[in-house]
């Protein structure tokens, strides 16, 4: 896989290797499969973990496949050290990654938080599973949600995305390491039971089109290196620790632009407002969507030709992951109606949500849980719209038939 300039921040050249598209481009593969393939496409140089249903299969093919790419794969004694493990091969210079689910998901927390504090680039993916404690390991939930977003104690940004197809699962896979590379940060794929599981087509990028980003490095020499620097992107350079005699302090206290301990209200406050300003001057960048309305598709890029087709409908309904499979079967049945598919689940691109959700009288909100995200959407709404949610979460599918019960209430 070819690499971008390590003095750059710009998006790698593209994938010429064969190998991603031989005579067929064609595959037939579960999610597990495509995310660890997504990963290698990604750059993938570490993989540290620990086998948890129904994750489990991503780190059986890369336990083979990595290696075989140059990269190196370890089996922890437990989800804390993969976690551990990998922030120490990210600062090692490698693209690190890690998959569980449930438990072990809970057991990162203490480490995504180091991974925040440092800003340490990697991959946490979670394939969702009924909870809590040992629930039930081979049913889907999107019970995870709040937990991607805020289960390590403190203020901290992070980027959490949910695929809906196991296509989803390869592209949002390098996604998530270009996000992470790009903007120094953790970022957690929250994926599912039900599509790490299933088995549909996936079509390889074919050569030529695949972008992948690699993490700024620094231009000046290691005496003048300042690992936390501001910069006018708020994304600090980051050097491989010990390469060519870059050397600096890494903590999980308040640092200052050294990387040293501080507890300087203005220094921390400093830092606090320029690790979430990196995020939040972005969302442009970060958040991606799908909104259908009229059996059009608008994404992320013509945000605003879907907010001009949207008044046409009297319903909205907002899902992701697994959910929305059975949310984008509704206009089918039920006329006026518009969905729109998250992929970025966290951060909110708020300005667009609020618009839009203005523009509705009535939304749904269609997840596998007890409204967790139905009450972001709720806060969002502000009282604009009426939001009700179609939730579940006794380990059954939410079908087509049920978000089409609940819409033809509103009717």
């Given at each position: 896989?070819?690499?971008?300039?390590?003095?750059?921040?710009?998006?790698?050249?593209?994938?010429?290797?064969?190998?991603?598209?031989p005579?067929?481009?064609v595959?037939?593969?579960?999610?597990?499969?495509?995310?660890?393939?997504?990963?290698?496409?990604?750059?993938?140089?570490?993989?540290?973990g620990?086998?948890?249903?129904?994750?489990?299969?991503?780190?059986?093919?890369?336990?083979?496949?990595?290696?075989?790419?140059?990269?190196?794969?370890?089996?922890?004694?437990?989800?804390?050290?993969?976690?551990?493990?990998?922030i120490?091969?990210?600062?090692g210079?490698?693209?690190?990654?890690?998959?569980?689910?449930?438990?072990?998901?809970?057991?990162?927390?203490?480490?995504?938080?180091?991974?925040?504090?440092?800003?340490?680039?990697?991959?946490?993916?979670?394939?969702?599973?009924?909870?809590?404690?040992?629930g039930?390991?081979t049913?889907?939930?999107?019970g995870?949600?709040?937990?991607?977003v805020?289960?390590?104690?403190?203020?901290?940004?992070?980027?959490?995305?949910?695929?809906?197809?196991?296509?989803?699962?390869?592209?949002?896979?390098?996604?998530?390491?270009?996000?992470?590379?790009?903007?120094r940060?953790?970022?957690?794929?929250?994926?599912?039971?039900?599509?790490?599981?299933?088995?549909?087509?996936?079509?390889?990028?074919?050569?030529?089109t695949?972008?992948?980003?690699?993490?700024?490095r620094?231009l000046?020499?290691?005496?003048?290196y300042?690992a936390?620097?501001?910069?006018p992107?708020q994304?600090?350079?980051?050097?491989?620790?010990?390469?060519?005699?870059?050397?600096?302090h890494?903590?999980?206290?308040?640092?200052?632009?050294?990387?040293?301990?501080?507890?300087?209200?203005?220094?921390?406050?400093?830092?606090?407002?320029?690790?979430?300003?990196?995020?939040?001057?972005?969302?442009?960048?970060?958040?991606?969507?799908?909104?259908?309305?009229?059996?059009?598709v608008?994404?992320?890029?013509?945000?605003?030709?879907?907010l001009?087709?949207v008044?046409?409908c009297?319903?909205l309904l907002?899902?992701?992951?697994?959910?929305?499979?059975?949310?984008?079967?509704?206009?089918?049945?039920?006329?006026?109606?518009?969905?729109?598919?998250?992929?970025?689940?966290?951060?909110?691109?708020e300005?667009?949500m609020?618009d839009?959700?203005?523009r509705?009288?009535?939304?749904?909100?269609?997840?596998?849980?007890?409204?967790?995200?139905t009450?972001e959407?709720?806060?969002?709404?502000?009282?604009?719209?009426?939001?009700?949610?179609?939730?579940?979460?006794?380990?059954?599918?939410?079908?087509p038939?049920?978000?089409?019960?609940?819409a033809?209430?509103?009717s």
């Open positions: 896989m070819p690499m971008s300039d390590p003095t750059s921040s710009e998006p790698a050249p593209r994938a010429t290797d064969p190998r991603l598209a005579e067929s481009n595959r037939f593969w579960d999610g597990n499969r495509a995310c660890a393939e997504g990963a290698i496409m990604a750059g993938l140089g570490f993989y540290g620990y086998p948890i249903t129904p994750s489990t299969e991503i780190a059986e093919f890369l336990s083979w496949r990595l290696p075989q790419e140059g990269g190196v794969f370890i089996q922890m004694e437990d989800e804390i050290a993969s976690l551990a493990a990998c120490g091969a990210s600062y210079g490698l693209k690190a990654m890690t998959a569980t689910s449930g438990p072990g998901f809970s057991l990162c927390q203490e480490n995504l938080g180091l991974a925040c504090m440092t800003e340490t680039p990697l991959v946490l993916v979670n394939v969702q599973r009924m909870g809590p404690s040992t039930q390991p049913r889907p939930s999107q995870d949600l709040m937990q991607a805020w289960g390590t104690h403190g203020d901290h940004p992070i980027i959490v995305l949910s695929p809906s197809s196991v296509a989803e699962m390869l592209s949002l896979t390098v996604r998530a390491f270009n996000l992470s590379e790009r903007f940060t953790p970022v957690v794929l929250l994926a599912d039971e039900m599509v790490a599981h299933m088995r549909e087509k996936v079509e390889l990028p074919p050569p030529g695949l972008d992948v980003w690699n993490r700024p620094p000046n020499p290691p005496e003048d300042v936390y620097a501001e910069t992107d994304v600090p350079p980051m050097a491989t620790f010990g390469e060519g005699g870059y050397r600096y890494v903590t999980g206290l308040f640092h200052d632009q050294d990387g040293f301990p501080t507890d300087s209200p203005p220094v921390i406050d400093a830092w606090m407002h320029r690790v979430f300003r990196k995020i939040e001057q972005n969302l442009d960048l970060i958040c991606s969507w799908e909104l259908l309305v009229d059996g059009e608008y994404d992320s890029s013509n945000a605003q030709a879907g001009e087709a008044p046409r009297d319903l907002v899902s992701y992951g697994c959910s929305a499979r059975a949310a984008v079967a509704v206009p089918r049945e039920r006329a006026r109606t518009a969905v729109l598919r998250l992929k970025t689940v966290w951060p909110l691109h300005r667009f609020g839009l959700l203005g509705v009288p009535n939304v749904l909100v269609v997840e596998m849980n007890r409204g967790q995200m009450r959407i709720e806060r969002l709404a502000a009282g604009r719209s009426r939001v009700r949610g179609v939730l579940r979460y006794d380990g059954e599918m939410i079908t038939a049920h978000v089409l019960a609940a033809r209430e509103l």
